[in-house]
């Protein structure tokens, strides 16, 4: 590998959000990238790691925050102003030009300065165009480099792609710049070319010693290739570590279920380094605070399986996958499932033991305890939040309280209150959301745009179109992500408190 | 109750006898009138109108005032159509088919009822009378002005931004990025907007005689004056074959460019 000198940093993000009509792509997004490395950043569709390599190729602007490169503010910098080059997702390479001439756009139109010696013997620089031969050159060699020699003239519709895909490589690097940005530049190979390419794009960037900024949503993609990877999600950066970090020590529950497979279970701190799942203490290498509530994470493969008798939990095998190297085996223990990979084979039906090791089990902070809303009281029992509109108890604001008849409140004093329009806050819990299909049976809607399994259940996201209110709630069901559902919430379990109360009080 | 079976090529029929009797019919007279010469109440076969049209100063300077004219009409269009369809095509504005359709508009009013507005117009600002070849020139290019918008906008419209994002990428500001990816990329919309505008601009003499006071002679005017002024219908009728090879000449040289340049977008169809 090119040497490295861990300090320097090329590119410098700094406090930087991108805000689309009125949604955020990127927010507030802090990152460095080291002269020399191949960072990646990963994530799914619609989590700003596009919006993220356009504002440093300078094709979107960032709507606050900077970007230095090598220490100098480029934030506002069109893109011919920066040493910096991309390969596009699909290619972009000019129709109207053949391979040659795609390749030399850019060198056509650089300047270089060349010193020169006067006749009084003054040195002096002119920015100068490249020759004719210099092209030539420069051309041949990049073409060599994505082998494809001999291919000058031919045109851009002749082409495979993957041969275009390497045009399209060839045409950034010829330009020697400091840093390529390459946005899923293998999504549209099939899967066999897409593996060849990887390792050629990794031997690329040993050999030109160049900054590669790669996006994918690819995880083994980012694992195969990165020196660092970038996580994110709805436009925030979730980790950022080498592939052995993230992989290792997921940062959250979404890193954890993005990056591999993983068994993701709710666990209880029971006490210092020992942490309560599936009815068993186990001991563990994170420190949380007792009583805490935790996702632990265990990889399928850390899981080490022996005799029923010998194993810290035990479950019974409801299914066998071979997998090539390893078996997939699934196993119920209690009501969670346990995805196990090894090499040895059981059966269905099979009960068997399980036993994970303290450094395996990788805890992380619970990203969601309960759901919170400002909402406000709209008339007689009602209170409208989260896009929605639900029933609810408004009797609980005040203790010993009544509805009269007309809809006033009455104290436990006997006093008479009109709750309408009273601002509110609205807890929800993670078990009081039910989901249904029908639009009109909910107080709201939206579509569910998360799920994480959890060995004995589903985490859910249900977004609202209007204002983007998010619903988080747990469910043994299985729906499907982008599914338009109604959210219930009986009425129970919705509890408010007055804002003004709570300013009186804090 | 009769059944009627129709084969497809039934169903030409209509067609087939719309076509003989509108199109290939009036051809055919139009060649024989074209080749042909009335001497003392006989028609015989002659090359005569060939030979005069090549060998009459006045009808060669026609030829080339309807060049003129129509070149110079068509490059006015291009040149206030293009920057006006570019701002429209590339502009982030959610209702520019509404500004769109404002240009487009007066291609739904009738042309002569235009052309007579036009011409009130140009009187009443003093400039009818003047210059004929400026007026005429002022009619063809309102007249034919949504021509050369419509296909150079829709081309531009469809254009990838990707394409343009990698030209300023690899190094283009923003002229360079135009005068390499951008124009050379809507150049089907270019010549099919120069066809659709040159052609009627040779002929259209109904533009001529209103704005230009009688007094501008184009092609158009010179097949109708021979037709009905002169009752000459054989000089007539080569007048019209002439113009139609030149229409015809046209249309090749344009057609190969824009088939050239389809196959290379087919390219990205990836």
Redesign the interface.
Known sequence: MAELKKSEKIIEIVNVSKIFDETAAVEDVNLYVRKGEFITFLGPSGCGKTTTLRMI???DIPTSGKILLNGKDITNL???KRP???V?????????FNIYDNIA??LK??KIPVTYVNDKGETYTKLQKLTRKEIDEKVKNALAVVDLEGFEKR???TLS?GQ?QRVAIA??IV?EPEILLLDEPLG?LDLKMRKEMQIELKEMHRKLGITFIYVTHDQEEALTMSDTIVVMKDGRIQQIGTPTEIYNEPANAFVADFIGDSNILNGTMVDKFTVRFCNHNFQCVDDFEKNEKVDVVVRPEDIEMTDKENGMLSGRVISVVFKGVHYEITAMVGRSEMVIQSTQSRAVGDIIGMNIAPDNIHIMKKEFTVNKYDGYISKKNTVIFGDGKFDCDVTQLYPGSHLDEEGYLITADGEKIDLTDVDVTVEVGLQSIEISDNADEGGAQGHIVSLIYKGDHYQYIVRTEENEEDYVFDSEDLWNENDFVSVKIKPENIRLQLKQEMKQNG | MVKIHFSRKQLCIPYGLFLALFVVIPMLLILFYAFTETVDGTIRFSFANFLNFFTSTAKLSTLLMSFTIAIISTAICLLIAYPLAYILARSKFKKKNVLLMLFIMPMWINFVLRITALRELLDLIGLLGTDNYLNTIIGMVYDFLPFMILPLYTTLEKLDNSYLEAAADLGGNKFTVFTRVTFPLSMPGVISGITMVFMPSMTNYVVSDTLGNFNITILGKLIDQYFTTYDNWHMGSMISIILLVIIFLTMLLTGRFKDENRDARGANLW
């Not at chain 1, 699909?90 to 109207?96: D, G, S, T, V």
């Open positions: 190729a300078g094709f069109p893109p011919n910096v080059n991309t596009f997702q699909r290619y972009a390479l000019f129709p109207h756009f850019g139109l650089k045109s851009v519709s792609g275009q045409r950034a330009n549209a």
